[in-house]
T-cell receptor
Framework: AQSVTQLDSHVSVSEGTPVLLRCNYS??????LFWYVQHPNKGLQLLLK??????LVKGINGFEAEFKKSETSFHLTKPSAHMSDAAEYFC????????????FGTGTLLAVQP | ETGVTQSPTHLIKTRGQQVTLRCSSQ?????VSWYQQALGQGPQFIFQ???????GRGNFPPRFSGLQFPNYSSELNVNALELDDSALYLC????????????FGPGTRLTVT
């Protein structure tokens, strides 16, 4: 069965320092993977997607993620955190076939300290 | 281009009542998915509609039902509300039966007392 595991429930960084949010996936074939961001009391916004093209994926707001098949990982990074990056981040895998749906990880809450 | 909209924004219901939540899909999209997000958790898939037919269902009881209309807008109905149904309900639209790139609305916050 396909699933994603987010390794950290909370991450705290200082403004201007790098961000690393970790995600491992489980899949019997090449998955479609996503990162979504959710700001407080807001809906979900698509940050970036991997669909078996380039393994390094660039998204919005300076975020990027690298698909590593050997490590079954899809970690989200940003070189320099901004206060506005404080939010909940979800790693997501798409399941197609008879049931077309997204499976969400448990989320990582990113805090950015001034 | 109009994004995904949901109504109402907030709703308070009593246990045992019924509720209807509404979603308008993004312009050009013909698929709508519904998710339940309990406090502190990731969204859980409820079901999906493609061209007015159910196209997959998650592990939710039959008292969760839905509809999709010819204009691709959708409703989520929940009967016999329970306290555990309190959550943020998210609607997402996409293109095609296997469309994986889903765009979410702001959600409806349902509180059951």
């Amino acid at each position: 069965a396909q699933s994603v595991t987010q390794l950290d429930s909370h991450v705290s960084v200082s403004e201007g320092t790098p961000v690393l949010l970790r995600c491992n996936y489980s899949s019997s074939y090449s998955p479609s993977l996503f990162w979504y961001v959710q700001h407080p009391n807001k809906g979900l916004q698509l940050l970036l997607k991997y669909t078996s093209a380039a393994t390094l994926v660039k998204g919005i707001n300076g975020f990027e993620a690298e698909f590593k098949k050997s490590e079954t990982s899809f970690h989200l990074t940003k070189p320099s955190a901004h206060m506005s990056d404080a939010a909940e981040y979800f790693c997501v895998v798409h399941i197609g076939g008879a049931t077309n749906k997204l499976i969400f990880g448990t989320g990582t809450l990113l805090a950015v300290q001034p | 281009e109009t994004g995904v909209t949901q109504s109402p924004t907030h709703l308070i219901k009593t246990r045992g009542q019924q509720v209807t939540l509404r979603c308008s899909s993004q312009s050009g999209h013909n698929t709508v998915s519904w998710y339940q997000q309990a406090l502190g958790q990731g969204p859980q898939f409820i079901f999906q509609y493609y061209r007015e037919e159910e196209n997959g269902r998650g592990n939710f009881p039959p008292r969760f039902s839905g509809l999709q209309f010819p204009n691709y807008s959708s409703e989520l109905n929940v009967n016999a509300l329970e306290l555990d149904d309190s959550a943020l309900y998210l609607c997402a639209s996409s293109l095609g039966r296997q469309g994986y790139e889903q765009y979410f609305g702001p959600g409806t916050r349902l509180t059951v007392t």
